[in-house]
């Protein structure tokens, strides 16, 4: 298996490390929407989101919340994006979960504006059916 993320965690790829654990570490992207966009990501594989152990995420999500408090202090950012993506279609590019840190300016030229939808009729409660069915959630 060929990840370049694998690489930086085994020392093969030079990273800028921000921050390191047993079992998470954190880098600056070196593609960056903005200066101080952050990755955390977990030492052990899994290609994305719906694949990593719960402990294991809550381990990411803890120092995803460090350093997007540290780069909030130090760069001073209008805001901060903290997101994943998960499949080619939805950007991600890198098969290795990982949750980006990005801050953002109000004069920034990064967009994240989606053509919103309404649904039709009663198809809201088809969705939502479908999905609780997936999740076996008891209806109130």
Do not use: W
């Amino acid at each position: 298996m060929d990840c370049i993320f694998c690489d930086i965690i085994e020392k093969k790829s030079k990273a800028e490390v921000l921050f390191e654990n047993k079992s998470v570490i954190s880098f600056l992207d070196i593609r960056p929407v903005n200066y101080g966009h952050a990755l955390v990501i977990p030492k052990n594989h899994y290609i994305d989101f719906l694949s990593i152990p719960l402990i294991e995420l809550n381990n990411i999500i803890e120092v995803t919340q460090k350093i997007s408090y540290a780069i909030n202090k130090s760069i001073n950012p209008d805001g901060l994006n903290v997101i994943t993506n998960n499949g080619q279609a939805a950007g991600q590019s890198v098969f290795h979960f990982h949750f980006h840190i990005i801050p953002r300016f109000y004069k920034d030229s990064f967009t994240f504006k989606p053509v919103l939808k309404n649904y039709e009729r009663d198809s809201i409660t088809e969705f939502a059916e479908i999905i609780r069915s997936e999740i076996k959630l008891e209806r109130v």
